[in-house]
């Protein structure tokens, strides 16, 4: 596999992203803001176009995607850690809803069994369906989102599981600890591939499908890089 940095994401802590039609979709962790850019491909300058930006009641945000016409985020508990915490930050993990053009929270939702949660994905094969990184038990869970009912449970084979990417034939999950990325069967099969990231490249922590390959980001360095065939 190719791996090579594209450029650097509107904010210093880049936790979540999901490419859609319009652009690339990218939340901050420290401010909990969501930024639509283009894609640019790599240049001297490592920059790219902001297209359009809202402020979330998110907290300590660690995953992004979209769907049902709105952006999901990953709300990993309050906000203390980065700056002073608000009234709407999560003491839990929590998934939010949220306009896309306002910020507004549509709807917020617990995590399934408490704790933390880093990776989301919205279901494009089952739609009206979300996959959650569950940190507590070590899980991807996915729900029905119309009574937040759980669907499936996979076990994880690493820790700190974050982005996570649905395809026809399973999941992808990012273990950013571990620099690798797994994809896992949708009914128990276990690991059936996986993807090296090894340094110096940056660390992979969200995750989104782009052509024909992947594009991650990285909270340490602020990268955006692209995972492409050799």
């Known amino acids: 596999m190719n791996i090579e940095p594209l450029f650097r994401a509107p904010y210093a802590l880049p936790n979540g992203l ?136 996979i076990p994880l084979p690493y820790t700190r599981a974050h982005g996570v990417v649905r395809v026809r034939d399973g999941i992808w999950v990012v273990h950013t600890a571990d620099r690798v990325v797994v994809k896992l069967g949708l009914d128990g099969e276990g690991e059936l591939d996986r993807i090296e990231v090894p340094v110096p490249h940056p660390q992979p922590h969200g995750l989104s499908v782009y052509e024909t390959g992947f594009l991650y980001c990285d909270a340490t360095s602020g990268w955006v890089v692209r995972i492409g065939a050799g």
Do not use: C, F
């Open 18 to 153: 999901q490419v859609t039609d319009d652009g690339l979709w990218i939340v901050d962790q420290m401010t909990d803001r969501a930024a639509l850019v283009e894609i640019a491909e790599a240049n001297d300058y490592g920059v790219t176009q902001l297209l359009a930006e809202v402020s979330t009641e998110s907290s300590n945000t660690s995953g992004l995607t979209w769907g049902d016409g709105a952006l999901w985020l990953a709300a990993n508990g309050t906000g203390a850690r980065w700056r002073r915490e608000r009234p709407t930050d999560a003491q839990s993990g929590e998934i939010l809803k949220v306009h896309p053009e306002t910020g507004a929270t549509l709807n917020r939702y617990p995590l399934p069994g408490g704790g933390g949660t880093h990776g989301l994905e919205y279901d494009r094969y089952e739609e009206g369906t979300l996959w959650l990184s569950t940190l507590k038990r070590q899980t991807l869970t996915q729900v029905r989102i119309a009574d937040w009912s759980p669907l499936r449970t």
